[in-house]
């Protein structure tokens, strides 16, 4: 492979990533529109986009375990292609937090209407953005703009804070509302997993653009855990 092709091929990795992404994010606007409408044929939508975006992460595991195999890339270029691995790892459990949060809207639609302590639409809306500039600072090659990112991640971690403390008190206040409550908890948790996906992004920015690991560097989060309530 000349040094040109080589190039061209880490481009076109490059525009892969850039399309799973943008499938991510419809991911997330779908499932925040389907909690919004509670309207199934929505979840539909991003259960057949799920799909797509597992074929779409197979497909760029494989072009980037082709460059590496008929290249012997400089350190640069390596630590690129194993960002990009890594990164496309993280856009399709975006997906699948998407996928997770429609099963929830389906879990809802069953139960009697209600409106929950949650801003569910502003948390996707963050959650998204942090996403949109990972990205955009990976295509950019600039660690600056993914350092920005980490900061953003404060706040969706805040929201999740909040959501668990409102969430919670619906719970034990109000019995009738528990299952619908507990719902909607972890639609904020999802949402949170969705921002630290995009903050793993970011990290692997950093790792191609300057060499530096900076994953744990942050306080460990103290923000109760959903998931050890159970499942509804």
Known sequence: MTRIRFQQSLDELKDQLLEMGGMAEQAIQRATLAYRTRDLSICELV??????????????????????????????????????????????????????????????????????PVDVPRMAALASEMVRKSLQSFIDGDAESARAVLAMDDAVDAMNRAAYKALTAVMTEQGNLAPQALNALMIARALERIADHATSIAEDVIFWVQGADVRHSKSLKTAPDPHEMGAA
């Open 47 to 116: 259960s057949q986009g799920e799909v797509a975006i597992n074929r779409k992460q197979r497909e760029i595991d494989q072009a980037a375990t082709d460059v590496l195999a008929m290249e012997q890339p400089m350190a640069v270029d390596l630590r690129f292609i194993l960002s990009a691995i890594k990164i496309n790892a993280e856009l399709e459990r975006v997906g699948d937090s998407a996928e997770n949060i429609s099963g929830r809207v389906r879990k809802m639609k069953k139960m009697g209407a209600a409106e929950m």
